[in-house]
């Protein structure tokens, strides 16, 4: 279990966040402005139905009194960037929007449905235990390319590096994501739907993927060692985010660690953990600069592109 495709550090660009960053941030009343609406999006998500946000809330439930008990790192609870968080948590609703939309758009002009309405009749005949297991590992594995291809590719690390500027892990920290990062598993979906899988095994896998991958960013301190190359864990994780040159290219995958074990990119060290988190390049404060900093000019957004 060995990595073998990390690329050179001298592709990053510059030295890691300081650590003294995990500081309290200061109280304010934006930042209770924010708590108020994140609270209020969730209650009416409540109300709504909506899935995906239900599953955050279930999980902030889950992981809070986790963290208590287990911290690992000792970051305050109103620690540095928590309001950018909490924004990002209360505009959960409209980015969920953005990105159907624009996935949506996205999935039909990839024509990744054609390829799957060529396999269609095999899918079709193959009984549903048969069908619920290709189709996991199926999205599993594309999924494993297409988080990878967000972290090599200049383009779509612009959008992906905004998940990854967080320099806490932590229970909300997994809920900032550029909602442009989110739609590049589009022709998977598409794909999916082509091929005639379930309906309710391709969202239900959408949504399990993005709830399992929220509990990764959890600041707990056990380790899980025995499942570490059967299923994500949260130091499976952390070492995705960390930001050391040869970390921060590895445990590409969102379920299942067997992706990164086949394809050169699983890093699990026995005797290390990972200690600081973030990008090596520059990301601005706040989440309405963050969400526009993709589209700014190439090259003041080349600076991050670490493959
Ligand atoms: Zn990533
Ligand atoms: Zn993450």
């Known amino acids: 279990m060995t990595i073998t495709t990390l690329p050179p550090a001298s592709v990053l660009l510059s030295a890691p966040p300081n650590p003294a960053d995990r500081r309290p941030a200061p109280r304010t009343r934006r930042t209770k402005v924010l708590i108020t609406l994140a609270t209020a999006a969730a209650v009416a998500s409540v109300f709504l139905g909506n899935g995906g946000m239900l599953g955050i809330v279930a999980l902030f439930v889950i992981s809070w009194p986790l963290e208590r008990l287990w911290k690992r790192h000792p970051v305050p609870v109103r620690r540095l960037a928590l309001r950018t968080d909490l924004a990002y948590a209360a505009a959960q609703p409209l980015l969920q929007v953005v990105t ?22 095999m899918v079709t005949a193959m009984p549903p235990y ?90 707990v301190r056990f380790r899980l060692r025995p499942l570490w190359p059967i299923v994500m864990t949260p130091e499976f994780h952390h070492w995705h985010h960390e930001v050391s040159p040869e970390a921060h290219l590895s445990n590409y995958s969102t379920f299942l660690p067997v992706w990164d074990i086949l394809f050169g990119t699983y890093r699990m060290p026995r005797d290390l953990r990972p200690q600081h988190y973030g990008i090596p390049g520059p990301m601005p404060d706040g989440i309405v600069r963050q969400l526009l900093f993709p589209f700014r000019r190439r090259r003041a957004a080349a600076g991050t592109a670490t493959g």
């Open 130 to 219: 048969a069908q619920m297991i290709v189709g996991f590992l199926l999205f599993d594995l594309l999924v494993y390319w297409t988080h990878r291809w967000g972290h090599t590719v200049p383009l779509f690390w612009r959008f992906h590096s905004v998940h990854h500027s967080t320099r806490h892990l932590d229970w909300i920290s997994g809920v900032r994501a550029h909602p442009l990062d989110g739609v590049f598993i589009a022709p998977v979906v598409a794909l999916f739907i082509g091929a005639g899988f379930d309906n309710t095994l391709t969202g239900g896998l959408a949504i399990l993927q993005f709830l399992v991958g929220l509990g990764a960013h959890l600041n």
């Open 100 to 121: 159907l939309v624009v996935g949506v758009a996205i999935g039909l002009l990839s024509l990744a449905w054609l390829p799957g309405l060529a396999l269609r009749p």
